[in-house]
């Protein structure tokens, strides 16, 4: 599966509650990590920017209102298929038809209150993060050092890999040597990952 980045917002009937806390160790008891967040107090045009697909449907303006009604918590979330399973965890858009255990089932007042949301495709993702979170404001949590199977041991980034003649030694990354496990061997993909 692949390493993705969804964004999560805690509304603010949910951050009323104080469940922030509880919230966020439920994100990392599934797996993700949070790799941005604030704190911050919407304005109507950050709202209706954000929401603008919505414009002009019944539940804008209720929504809008909402939205600005209190402080919410806005977070990068990193981890496999984060989109997907960051949406499973929060449960059905209406709080009604809410699975036991999903967020929402657990925080949602209402099909407008329902506590949490989240990105719906990678692509909603990046353009979410981006309304929120400038370049520098999102730190990488995901080790650059993977594990990929039985036959490669560990995996190293294209970006970050460096070959490395050193005699026993497979790979260099920020300086620090990997080597050989006894019996393997530099392992080449088309994706340009060297694995050692």
Avoid: W
């Avoid at 599934?30 to 911050?40: E, P, Q, R």
């Avoid at 309304?131 to 041991?153: D, H, W």
């Amino acid at each position: 599966m692949a390493i993705e980045r969804t964004f999560s917002i805690i509304k603010p009937n949910a951050v009323a509650k104080n469940v922030i806390g509880n919230i966020f160790a439920r994100f990392e008891a599934a797996g993700f990590k949070i790799v941005g967040t604030k704190m911050l107090h919407l304005t109507v045009e950050q709202a209706r920017g954000f929401y603008a697909e919505h414009d002009g449907k019944p539940f804008f303006d209720g929504l809008v209102e909402f939205m600005t009604s209190g402080p919410i918590v806005v977070s990068v979330l990193e981890g496999e298929n984060a989109v997907q399973r960051h949406r499973d965890l929060l449960g059905a858009t209406n709080p009604a038809n809410a699975l036991a255990g999903t967020l929402r089932a657990d925080y949602a007042d209402s099909l407008t209150e329902n506590g949490t949301h989240g990105s719906d495709s990678v692509e909603s993702a990046a353009r979410e993060i981006a309304y929120f979170f400038g370049e520098g404001e999102v730190c990488p949590r995901t080790p650059l050092i993977i594990s990929v199977n039985a036959a490669c041991k560990r995996g190293i980034r294209a970006p970050e890999f460096v070959q490395c003649s050193a005699p026993g030694r497979a790979a260099a990354h920020r300086g620090r040597f990997f080597f050989n496990p006894p019996g393997a061997i530099t392992c080449n993909n088309e994706a340009g990952i060297a694995y050692v």
